[in-house]
């Protein structure tokens, strides 16, 4: 159970890095426009700034969820679980108001949300 919680930690810390470049890198471009609903360049220009710094706290949430796998793996449990319950479960905590914040943004949130919750489940079991 244990690995499979730390594979859908993983993949939760994939999904993140991919907006931390969506969102901080690429924000203005075409396509991630597309996929953030922006509708103009005039618009992405608007919010560049704000979509900057929120790809960087999704990385941060990855960094510190990668820091307590890494953790786990050397064997400090307790810690990198911590680590692994505050970076994922900030995570789902986010996916969680964008849900209730912007129901038309449900397939977005679900993608952000489903596999930290997961992940921080079966941790949780793993470690019972």
Do not use: D
């Amino acid at each position: 159970m244990l690995v499979f919680a730390l594979v859908l930690i993983g993949i939760a810390i994939a999904i993140h890095c991919y907006i931390f470049v969506l969102e901080s890198l690429t924000w203005t471009t075409p396509r991630t426009r597309r996929i953030f609903g922006v509708g103009s360049a005039q618009e992405a220009e608007i919010t560049k700034p704000l979509a900057f710094n929120q790809g960087f706290y999704n990385l941060f949430l990855a960094v510190v969820a990668l820091i307590g796998i890494v953790g786990i793996v050397a064997g400090h449990l307790a810690v990198g679980s911590a680590l692994v319950f505050a970076g994922a479960g900030s995570m789902t905590l986010a996916g969680l108001v964008l849900l209730i914040s912007s129901p038309s943004k449900a397939r977005a949130a679900l993608i952000q949300l489903v596999a930290p919750l997961v992940g921080v489940i079966c941790l949780a079991i793993a470690l019972v």
